[in-house]
């Protein structure tokens, strides 16, 4: 098949070129049309069910809301998991799909069963579904202030204004809104002249519900002509409202301005936003639709705000403070800059060995034409440009079946012969088309398996794998077609002159390995104790998931007493941001209170999220790292009393949140049927966690300490009274403005109207008491005279892991690997705390990710050496040679744990992937030096004679292969720039392993074979 394909190629080369120029166009194309992200995302399928409760308690919202909800959604076809959290007036609960099932068929099936429990939840309950978005999709955030404008008009012309437009931006799915005061129409009713004149808060409600009505009939006809019956009784103005009749007293109309005060107000706040200490301000937050286009979206969010601002009041301003555009630049400039140095570093070895400036020119072709068919691929396939995609491409991996292909077309020319031109390629392209063809089989068998990681790491080394086998293959097509083709063309003219420097470096290889050969069982020896050493030498390197990204930017999460009031938190955020703006890298700060108007997360009011953009890391003076910066601000912020903050980045939090619910590296779930049970649990863990060297950011997840005014029915006085419990409950709601009883419509507007006492009536226990209700007899009655109102602390939130409470313990590991971190705190808890009945332990966050990410690992890596044996047995046809082969695998891994324990790197998923990338590259050398040595075998050489010609002649294409894959990975091993965490472990493994590797493939490797070869001569029978 070979020979044919090779043929043809020579025979019709014009077609080949023509196939090529099919290559670099649609490899342009798709180039155009891949999206461009700086990481992929690495969030899963899941949804998000978001229900209000206005009013409603978190105990409350609980047993009514979330537990009828989990109850329908527990068991749903495919579903992973359930979590949940209920707060004051809301319940969010998250339902997590495997990465095969559809976003929109996932949103169908929660669908349907949140439709099925609609029936079970209080009247005027309504669960919604979050937007079709990901914690990576929220990409772009910007304020918008003004010096004459108040927060509640900022907030109407954002809501109303902005939010709109946006919102119609191809790719984007929704676009939240985050502080400032959404308008109100408050009707303040007067306790006493409401009293003089018989009426309570109800019939206000009632009253204004029943004089705000738009009607019609159907139509009447006169005249031969229709006439549609329009009803107009809207109010459109708060004078309108005040003049609405309450009631009749002594033959006179009782208005609404007669017994309450109509005013602009607004709903009570969930949550605020401050900025760089100077006050608040309102936000946008834009998400993009999962799987846009992020650079498409935010380029064009960005020519749609500088239209809007054309049509705002001059002295508004809308300022982006958080642009993923930032990041993907900064990654797409390190993945170009490395993806250059690789290739121009190829360019030179290729340059260096052949010393033939038209075979260094063919095989350097090479790389722009496999990148090319990668990025059809790409498209076809769906996986975008992002750091994992082409971040890990190594231009050497990509030329290596080109090398071979021109170096043995090269030393032909060389060696000169009476054949014919086509002949002669033919000839050679075939010799070592075979293992080429066996070598590139290996490298994509041991990619193979990495599309079997689940979880964040298979969302994260999928699109790598997927792009370096395309490319792999692209390269194998080119070697075995557009090679030969160009190459019987470009070096049809002369013969090549001898490579002088080449043949000197060829004698003294020959005469090492003679001396080596004849000390074969000492080399052998000291590599196996070299091989044990590493092995052993693995269980004491530091693990960890993955390296942390440098974003460029730091979040703060930030957490107060629970009680705290929304002012009292505001002014703490605007004293942390006065100290974080005074260090001279921070460009501005921008801290996020509560949650936004879209409850896509649950934070409370004492809990605050404060995003710190630094300028690039060169024009830093106050430290020279990003652990450097942060033990400074932590220290600065020391100063603030009552505050806990813990340091992580804007991605990673999301992200850490969305997939597990925790924000830090480590979280250990206590989960059981007892809240106060689990609490106590937490607290103990919380001190071992404390204890233990490397901990930081140790805390409890807040689940008490929330002040309440307990209103407990007396049953007894509402039966003398004649008065039900809703009653009590519409005059509380009423009260305190819950309750809206109609709405003021303007425009695409719309303004409730709620019925409230004012702030001197309801501010204490005392004045609750003071609320009346009437009772069935028409008379008034105080809420005190029906219940007992007393203050206690109730949860401010309460967390479920599929259906059963969980209380959570934090923390971050800083100066220490987490898996060791991990093993001491196990080890410490197992000792030290005993669990109740019915309580266990779940260990989650970063260290859950490692955790399945090694456990896979360890079925993948036996999987990919057993690949590659049984490709190699294939190849040769011989257990032994096969195993003779295989041996560069346990050789490549002394040089990447070597690698690792130079550099201080720990075991990581992405060091693990550059093992099994390396094996694969590893074994390519002995395929291509056991293949010739057979060759010259089979022409009737001596066994000595074939082993030493065969290691010599394979010198230079075993050089230049290891020399190109280990040096384009060179730039990503010693960059310094954006994303350069995840890829230098991966490619300081490769490098490290190629080193020992080509060591083994010429000296370790012909001793082998010759004594493999010498044993099966004398057991012709074994």
Do not use: C
Not at 402 to 413: A, C, G, H, T, Y
Not at 802 to 823: C, E, K, Y
Not at 827 to 838: K, M, Q
């Amino acid at each position: 098949m070979i020979k044919r394909l090779v043929d043809f190629a020579l025979h019709q080369r014009f077609f080949v070129i023509g196939g090529v120029l099919t290559i670099v166009a649609f490899g342009f194309y798709a180039l155009t049309h891949i999206p461009f992200d700086a990481y992929p995302d690495l969030t899963g399928t899941r949804v998000e069910v978001i229900t209000s409760a206005p009013g409603m308690p978190p105990e409350d919202v609980e047993r009514l809301v979330t537990y009828p909800l989990e109850s329908t959604l527990m068991g749903i076809q495919g579903a992973e998991n359930v979590r949940s959290v209920s707060k004051q007036g809301l319940s969010l609960i998250t339902v997590s799909f495997p990465d095969k099932v559809d976003v929109y068929f996932a949103r169908t099936l929660v669908q349907q069963r949140v439709a099925d429990a609609v029936g079970a939840l209080p009247p005027g309950i309504e669960p919604g579904l979050g937007p079709v978005s990901t914690p990576m999709g929220e990409l772009f955030q910007y304020t918008v202030t003004s010096d004459s404008m108040s927060l509640a008009e900022l907030k109407t012309l954002h809501d109303y204004t902005i939010r709109p437009r946006l919102r119609t931006v191809p790719g984007v799915s929704e676009v939240n809104s985050w502080g400032g005061f959404i308008e109100q129409v408050h009707v303040v009713a007067d306790p006493a002249r409401l009293a003089s004149r018989d009426l309570t808060l109800q019939d206000l409600h009632d009253a204004l519900d029943a004089n705000n009505r738009t009607f019609g009939g159907a139509y009447v006809e006169t005249a031969g002509e229709r006439f549609t019956i329009r009803g107009v009784g809207r109010a459109e103005s708060l004078d309108e409202i005040g003049r609405m009749v309450v009631a009749t007293r002594g033959g006179a109309p009782v208005l609404v301005r007669d017994v309450a005060r109509v005013e602009m107000g607004a709903l009570p706040r969930q949550g605020a936003v401050t900025k760089d200490g100077e006050g608040e301000v309102v936000t946008g937050m834009v998400m993009k639709l999962k799987g846009a286009d992020s650079r498409r979206v935010i380029r064009d969010v960005r020519a749609r705000l500088d239209e809007i601002r054309g049509g705002l009041p001059t002295h508004v301003a809308v300022t982006p403070f958080y642009d993923q555009t930032q990041l993907i630049a900064r990654t797409t400039k390190t993945i170009t800059k490395n993806l250059i140095e690789g290739g121009l570093l190829v360019i030179a070895v290729l340059f260096l060995f052949l010393r033939n400036w038209r075979a260094s020119l063919i095989v350097a072709s090479v790389i722009p034409l496999s990148m090319l068919f990668a990025f059809g691929g790409m498209h076809l396939f769906g996986y975008g440009a992002n750091l994992m995609s082409l971040g890990a491409m190594d231009f050497g991996l990509i030329v290596d079946a080109s090398v071979v292909m021109i170096e043995n077309f090269v030393r032909k020319l060389e060696e000169g012969t009476s054949e014919d031109r086509r002949s002669i390629f033919l000839g050679a392209a075939v010799e070592v088309g075979r293992p080429i063809l066996f070598g590139i089989a290996i490298i994509v068998a041991v990619y193979i398996p990495i599309f079997t990681l689940d979880g964040m790491e298979g969302r994260m080394f999928k699109p790598m794998a997927f792009t370096v086998v395309t490319a792999v293959l692209g390269s194998l097509l080119l070697a075995l077609t557009y090679v030969p083709s160009v190459a019987s063309m470009v070096l049809k003219h002369d013969h090549e002159e001898r490579h002088r420097l080449l043949d000197e470096l060829r004698a003294r290889y020959a005469r090492g390995l003679t001396r080596a050969m004849a000390h074969g069982k000492r080399i052998v020896a000291v590599s196996a104790v070299a091989v044990l050493a590493a092995v052993v030498s693995i269980a004491f390197i530091g693990t960890e998931f993955m390296p942390k990204l440098d974003e460029g930017n730091i979040l703060i999460t930030s957490r107060r007493l629970p009680s705290i009031s929304l002012g009292e938190g505001t002014r703490l955020s605007m004293e942390a941001e006065r100290i974080i703006k005074q260090f001279p890298e921070v460009v501005t700060v921008v801290t996020k209170e509560g949650r936004p108007d879209l409850a896509t997360e649950a934070m409370g009011l004492y809990e605050g999220d404060t995003y710190v953009i630094l300028k690039p890391h060169d024009e830093w003076t106050s430290a020279k790292t990003n652990e450097g910066l942060i033990a400074l601000l932590d220290s600065a912020l020391a100063a603030i009393p009552g505050l806990e903050i813990a340091f992580t980045q804007p991605l990673a939090m999301r992200l850490d949140e969305a997939e597990s619910g925790i924000r830090t590296d480590l979280g250990i779930k206590i989960v059981g049927p007892d809240r106060m049970v689990n609490e106590a649990l937490g607290a103990r863990i919380e001190r071992i966690v404390a204890s233990v060297e490397g901990a930081a950011d140790v805390s409890v997840e807040i689940a008490d300490g929330s002040g309440q005014y307990r209103v407990q029915v007396d049953r007894a006085a509402l039966a003398r009274y004649g008065v039900q419990v809703a009653d009590v409950q519409a005059a509380l709601d009423l009260g305190t403005g819950v309750a809206v009883a109609t709405e003021l419509v303007d425009g695409p507007r719309r303004i409730g109207v709620a019925v409230r006492l004012p702030d001197d009536a309801r501010r204490d226990l005392e004045s609750l008491k003071r609320i009346t209700v009437r009772t069935g007899t028409g008379a008034r009655v105080s809420l005190g005279s029906l219940a007992r109102i007393e203050t206690v602390m109730g949860p401010e939130l309460i967390a479920h892991e599929d259906a059963q409470r969980r209380t959570l313990v934090m923390s971050n590991v800083r100066g220490r690997d987490l898996g060791s971190f991990v093993q001491e705190v196990r080890g410490r808890v197992a000792a030290e705390v005993e669990l109740p009945s019915g309580v266990f332990l779940e260990w989650g966050g970063q260290y859950e990710n490692q955790t399945r990410a090694l456990g896979r690992l360890a079925l993948v890596v036996p999987a990919v050496i057993l690949i590659i044996y049984l490709l190699l047995f294939l190849s040769f046809g011989s257990v032994a040679q096969a195993g003779l082969v295989l041996m560069n695998v346990p050789f490549a891994l002394v040089g990447g744990v070597a690698m690792l324990w130079l550099r201080g790197i720990n075991l990581s998923l992405s060091a693990s992937i550059g093992f099994i990338a390396l094996f694969g590259i590893a074994v390519l050398n002995g395929v291509v030096m056991v293949e010739h040595i057979n060759h010259l075998r089979e022409k009737g050489r001596s066994l000595d004679d074939a082993v030493l010609h065969g290691a010599v002649d394979r010198l230079r294409p075993v050089l230049m292969t290891a020399l190109v894959a280990s040096l384009g990975f060179v730039p990503m091993a010693v960059t310094t720039s954006a994303g350069a965490e995840v890829q230098r472990p991966l490619a300081s493994v490769v490098i490290g392993g190629l080193v020992t590797s080509t060591f083994l493939t010429l000296f370790v490797l012909p001793i082998l074979y010759r004594a493999v070869a010498m044993w099966q001569a004398t057991h012709p029978d074994d």
